[in-house]
């Protein structure tokens, strides 16, 4: 008869080279099976000594109690082992994410970009909080001009520089003019400036940021069909072949002459009529753009350019504006560009 040490580590060795679940059950049955090793020696009990078989019982029971602990553990590891080998099986196939998008004005950005960069027009970055000479002195208008009217300003609360002026937040694009100007020193300039601005508006066809690309180009002997070439050629290539564009009169302190930029309506095709009833986007026929002229000689002086030997002509025109336009996207309220509804944004 095996000593109760003996047993255990026999039932020991035994366990260790188990791997699994089913030979473990087969292991335990053999040890804590009715018929099993323990039971067996307790039939064995009528040949031991009355003095001795108390303790030869309580050995027993606690050899019992071991080795269903040590089953019992065993257990664990084997079904924690078997759980890990199902979450690394290979030949399953992945799981599917959902696939993120753009925000439709990055996409209107990069679109924008890739046209300019077609014909020549570098694209430059300025600063986003800029001092008021760049946005207003460098573009002809003194500090007291009612013209700063109609590019309402955040101001910084911040120190001011002292020959610059306030700090501002850019309300337009064209703070990038006298910039690009000084950056090169003298022309050929052909860039474009698409960047955020801000003026305190929130409604359907204003938010408070929003996105300008503004085109400068300066050489010799630069004119006004230069600029009248190139906004047909942006027209046509992000709205569509069949668009017409037309430049109006009308009045920047920075350009002279200047234009508001209209083109033809994508639902009348400029006729203004629908079924001969008038269009109800564009009831003439034209919308808007955005502004346009050639660059007033103050503001190629005020570049260090001299007006006498250079000429030439900017725009700057809404991204947001652009977009909304663009046939087939079917935007009425600006205000959901920026809302951050998931819903609004998955569409593009
Ligand atoms: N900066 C003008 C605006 O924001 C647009 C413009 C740019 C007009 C360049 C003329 C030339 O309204």
Request: glycine fraction near 8%.
């Amino acid at each position: 008869m095996k000593s109760a040490k003996e047993l255990l580590q026999h039932f020991q060795k035994q366990l260790a080279a188990i791997t699994s679940l089913n030979t473990l059950e087969e292991l335990k049955i053999e040890y804590l099976g009715r018929n099993g090793r323990i039971n067996q020696q307790l039939k064995n009990i009528t040949q031991i000594d009355p003095s001795e078989r108390r303790e030869f019982g309580q050995e027993l029971n606690t050899l019992k109690e071991q080795i269903t602990q040590e089953i019992e553990l065993k257990r664990k590891k084997l079904l924690q082992i078997e759980s890990t080998k199902q979450t690394i099986d290979t030949t399953l196939p992945a799981k599917s994410y959902p696939k993120g998008s753009l925000h439709l004005v990055t996409y209107a950005i990069e679109e924008i970009s890739h046209i300019f960069e077609k014909i020549g027009f570098i694209r430059m970055s300025y600063p986003e909080v800029e001092w008021e000479f760049f946005s207003f002195e460098a573009l002809n208008m003194p500090s007291d001009h009612p013209a700063r009217d109609d590019f309402e300003t955040f101001f910084m609360d911040y120190e001011p520089h002292k020959e610059h002026g306030k700090m501002v937040l850019t309300p337009h694009t064209s703070s990038g003019q006298n910039r690009e100007m000084r950056r090169l020193g003298k022309p050929p300039i052909r860039m474009i400036n698409i960047a955020k601005t801000y003026r305190p508006n929130w409604d359907a066809s204003h938010v408070p940021m929003f996105h300008q690309f503004e085109g400068l180009c300066v050489d010799k002997r630069i004119n006004i069909t230069h600029l009248k070439g190139t906004i047909d050629y942006f027209a046509k290539q992000f709205f569509g072949e069949e668009r017409e564009t037309r430049l109006r009169p009308f009045h920047f302190q920075f350009t002279e002459p200047s234009f508001e930029v209209d083109i033809t309506c994508d639902i009348c095709q400029g006729t203004g009529k629908v079924n001969g009833e008038k269009c109800r986007l564009c009831k003439q026929g034209w919308l808007e753009l955005g502004g346009t002229g050639m660059v007033h000689p103050n503001v190629l002086k005020a570049g260090g350019i001299d007006p006498d030997e250079y000429t030439g002509w900017a725009f700057g025109f809404g991204v947001e504006r652009v977009m909304m336009m663009k046939p087939g996207i079917g935007l009425n309220n600006m205000r959901l560009l920026y809302d951050g509804d998931i819903r609004v944004l998955e569409q593009f």
